[in-house]
């Protein structure tokens, strides 16, 4: 932990307490205490980890002494949390807004009891705010432009939602003359689930021409900054964009910095301190001397690493496995031979027909229907056709069809569809009987992003169970589903248990929802043998 995140918690500390109204004296020992730790020339948490007696160093007392100790060795300061707990969580987000310190809150709390940035950006409008002394026309305006702002930090977009805008937007920059190279760097890149804003990358002749033209793209909503070398925007539908113009010789450091994701960065540039190295977003240094940066395999090569896929950064152990070289072989695209999950429906010729085009060996036809098993085995393709029956899981771990009756379908699938609020230990339960029955769980955690986490499952014990019973757990493809997402398949990976990316499509579009379960795949580590979509015999 650098000297400024210590400072940064004891000034919350002192802002919190302000806010409160306590004791001048104590609030103003705290932000004291703040200045001292960010001013300092020494590294308080190696001093820390040292053992140091920091008392021994000027104007630091017995008590700060053991706050700088907490909060070095726990990450955490305990009379902070213990303060966010008593102040509510608007008053605390009110913080950053420009010309609002806590002074200003308490005023506003004081006279009007506002909680949230809701009722602030109500009481702003409604002229209620410019009654307090010290609320000019000015400032309101402020307030409200950060209220925005604060709003609109909290949003974040599925991946699948900004793709094409965000390859749109590519094209469109890669159009100006001038420009050489543009990459979408950030969460992105490395194609997480949900996305908080783009961070795009260019080289260009003439950033300014650059920044104008983009600016003035046909769906950017609001310009909210413009600089000389940075501009964000927001877009119609409210997703920021940061455009950041880069050199040719920093190219690949500056790419690797704003890939991320930020611990993966964090954990590199500990890394080559401890080699000797500095790294930072124009290249990395020997004492004062630039020795890489061009490119990203540079990057990784100077600090003695095999090169990380963008997927891999999340500080979950890729940087050891480089080290080592033991990265996984990511599965790719065309290592993908088939979808063992489209559905038997009005558009199944068509999908039939875009599966061919694709390159697929093979193809799972879906039904929950027994009934449809004569027309499902009557249909004409030059893929192996499989035929599916999806169960559904009872409150028992039973299916809601006897194994007699499904006994002539290729592949059994099994899925929870209601009861999703049981005890955990019930519901692991019901699941590890369900798999008695089935090839392959669905969707294993019922989750719907950012608007239902799933299930409460004890999946190490399913994991376990799956792979003594050799089954498959699905990574269900679907933009809002992810599901196993890319923690969880990475479990499975190491546990032994192959998966099966299926995409659910009931019309030919939706079969490139391959994609998404790809993304997640790669960012769970898979290779080709973890997924059964890559095989050709997996019956
Ligand atoms: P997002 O936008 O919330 O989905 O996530 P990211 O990863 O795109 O994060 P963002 O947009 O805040 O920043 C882009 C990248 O810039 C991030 O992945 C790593 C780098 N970065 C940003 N802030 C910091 C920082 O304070 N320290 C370090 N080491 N890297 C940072
Ligand atoms: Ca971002
Ligand atoms: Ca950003």
Same mark, same amino acid.
């Given at each position: 932990?650098?000297?400024?995140?210590?400072?940064?918690?004891l000034?919350?500390?002192?802002?919190?307490?302000?806010?409160?109204?306590?004791?001048?004296?104590?609030?103003?020992?705290?932000?004291?205490?703040?200045?001292?730790?960010?001013?300092s020339?020494?590294?308080?948490e190696?001093?820390?980890?040292?053992? /140091?007696?920091?008392?021994?160093?000027?104007?630091?007392?017995?008590?700060?002494?053991?706050?700088?100790?907490?909060?070095?060795?726990?990450?955490?300061?305990? !009379?902070l949390?213990?303060?966010k707990?008593?102040?509510?969580?608007?008053?605390?987000?009110?913080?950053?807004?420009?010309?609002?310190?806590?002074?200003?809150?308490?005023?506003?709390?004081d006279?009007?009891?506002i909680?949230?940035?809701?009722?602030?950006?109500?009481?702003?409008?409604?002229?209620?705010l410019?009654?307090?002394?010290?609320?000019?026309?000015?400032?309101?305006?402020?307030?409200?432009?950060?209220v925005?702002?604060?709003?609109k930090?909290?949003?974040? /977009?599925?991946?699948?939602?900004?793709?094409?805008v965000a390859e749109?937007?590519?094209?469109?920059?890669?159009?100006?003359?001038?420009?050489?190279i543009?990459?979408?760097?950030?969460?992105?890149?490395?194609?997480?689930?949900?996305?908080? +804003?783009l961070?795009?990358?260019?080289i260009?002749d003439?950033?300014?021409?650059?920044?104008?033209? /983009?600016?003035?793209?046909?769906?950017?909503?609001?310009?909210?900054?413009?600089?000389?070398?940075r501009?964000?925007v927001?877009?119609?539908?409210?997703?920021?964009?940061?455009l950041?113009?880069?050199?040719?010789?920093s190219?690949?450091s500056?790419?690797?910095?704003?890939?991320?994701?930020?611990?993966?960065?964090?954990?590199?540039?500990?890394?080559?301190?401890?080699?000797?190295l500095?790294v930072?977003?124009?290249?990395i240094?020997? #004492?004062?001397?630039?020795?890489?940066?061009?490119s990203?395999?540079?990057?990784?090569?100077?600090?003695?690493?095999?090169?990380?896929?963008?997927? =891999?950064?999340e500080?979950?152990?890729?940087?050891?496995?480089?080290?080592?070289?033991n990265?996984?072989?990511?599965?790719?695209?065309?290592?993908?031979?088939?979808? =063992?999950?489209?559905?038997?429906?009005?558009?199944?010729?068509?999908?039939?027909d875009?599966?061919?085009? !694709?390159?697929?060996?093979?193809?799972?036809?879906?039904t929950?229907?027994?009934?449809?098993?004569?027309?499902?085995?009557?249909?004409?393709?030059k893929? !192996?056709?499989?035929?599916?029956?999806e169960?559904k899981?009872?409150?028992?771990?039973?299916?809601?069809?006897?194994?007699?009756k499904?006994?002539?379908?290729?592949?059994?699938?099994?899925?929870?569809?209601?009861?999703?609020?049981? +005890?955990?230990?019930?519901?692991?339960?019901?699941?590890?009987?369900?798999?008695?029955?089935?090839?392959?769980?669905?969707?294993p955690?019922?989750r719907?992003?950012q608007?239902?986490d799933?299930?409460?499952i004890?999946?190490?014990?399913?994991l376990?169970?799956a792979?003594?019973?050799?089954?498959?757990?699905?990574?269900?493809?679907?933009?809002?589903? =992810?599901?196993?997402?890319?923690?969880?398949?990475?479990?499975?990976?190491?546990t #032994?248990?192959?998966?099966?990316i299926?995409?659910?499509a009931?019309?030919?579009k939706?079969?490139?929802n391959?994609?998404?379960?790809l993304?997640?795949?790669?960012?769970?580590?898979?290779?080709?043998?973890?997924?059964?979509?890559?095989?050709k015999?997996?019956?």
């Amino acid at each position: 932990m650098s000297n400024s995140e210590i400072a940064k918690i004891l000034s919350l500390t002192a802002d919190l307490l302000d806010i409160k109204g306590e004791n001048p004296f104590k609030v103003r020992a705290y932000r004291n205490a703040a200045r001292l730790v960010e001013g300092s020339s020494k590294d308080f948490e190696k001093l820390v980890k040292e053992e /140091f007696d920091l008392t021994k160093l000027p104007g630091i007392g017995h008590d700060l002494s053991e706050y700088i100790k907490e909060i070095v060795t726990t990450g955490k300061f305990s !009379k902070l949390e213990e303060l966010k707990k008593q102040i509510p969580l608007g008053l605390i987000d009110m913080l950053s807004i420009e010309g609002l310190g806590p002074k200003r809150i308490k005023e506003i709390y004081d006279a009007f009891h506002i909680t949230s940035l809701e009722e602030l950006k109500k009481y702003a409008q409604n002229g209620e705010l410019d009654k307090l002394p010290g609320f000019g026309p000015k400032l309101i305006e402020k307030i409200l432009k950060g209220v925005k702002q604060l709003k609109k930090a909290g949003i974040r /977009f599925l991946w699948a939602d900004v793709e094409e805008v965000a390859e749109e937007i590519r094209k469109y920059l890669l159009d100006f003359p001038g420009v050489e190279i543009v990459d979408i760097a950030g969460s992105y890149r490395r194609r997480k689930e949900t996305v908080g +804003d783009l961070d795009i990358l260019v080289i260009a002749d003439d950033y300014m021409k650059v920044s104008e033209y /983009f600016t003035n793209y046909k769906r950017v909503k609001e310009v909210y900054s413009k600089g000389l070398t940075r501009s964000t925007v927001f877009l119609d539908n409210s997703l920021q964009i940061d455009l950041r113009a880069v050199t040719k010789e920093s190219y690949g450091s500056a790419l690797h910095y704003f890939t991320g994701s930020k611990a993966h960065n964090i954990a590199i540039r500990k890394m080559a301190i401890d080699m000797g190295l500095k790294v930072n977003e124009y290249g990395i240094y020997k #004492g004062t001397k630039r020795i890489a940066g061009k490119s990203e395999e540079e990057v990784y090569e100077t600090m003695g690493l095999r090169y990380i896929e963008p997927e =891999l950064r999340e500080n979950r152990g890729e940087i050891e496995a480089a080290k080592n070289n033991n990265l996984p072989k990511l599965v790719r695209e065309d290592d993908i031979k088939g979808d =063992l999950k489209v559905y038997f429906n009005k558009n199944i010729k068509e999908i039939i027909d875009e599966a061919e085009k !694709k390159g697929y060996e093979f193809l799972g036809i879906c039904t929950k229907n027994i009934e449809d098993l004569e027309k499902i085995k009557k249909l004409k393709s030059k893929l !192996k056709i499989y035929s599916v029956i999806e169960c559904k899981i009872d409150k028992n771990g039973e299916l809601n069809y006897s194994k007699d009756k499904i006994k002539d379908f290729d592949i059994v699938y099994g899925s929870v569809e209601d009861n999703f609020n049981l +005890d955990k230990v019930i519901q692991t339960k019901r699941i590890i009987n369900a798999l008695n029955h089935i090839d392959v769980l669905s969707h294993p955690i019922c989750r719907k992003i950012q608007k239902f986490d799933g299930i409460d499952i004890e999946f190490e014990q399913i994991l376990k169970a799956a792979k003594e019973k050799n089954k498959i757990l699905e990574i269900d493809a679907r933009r809002d589903r =992810l599901d196993l997402d890319d923690s969880k398949i990475k479990l499975a990976k190491e546990t #032994g248990v192959r998966m099966c990316i299926n995409s659910y499509a009931t019309n030919k579009k939706e079969l490139y929802n391959m994609k998404y379960g790809l993304n997640q795949a790669r960012r769970g580590w898979a290779e080709r043998e973890d997924l059964i979509n890559t095989l050709k015999n997996f019956i």
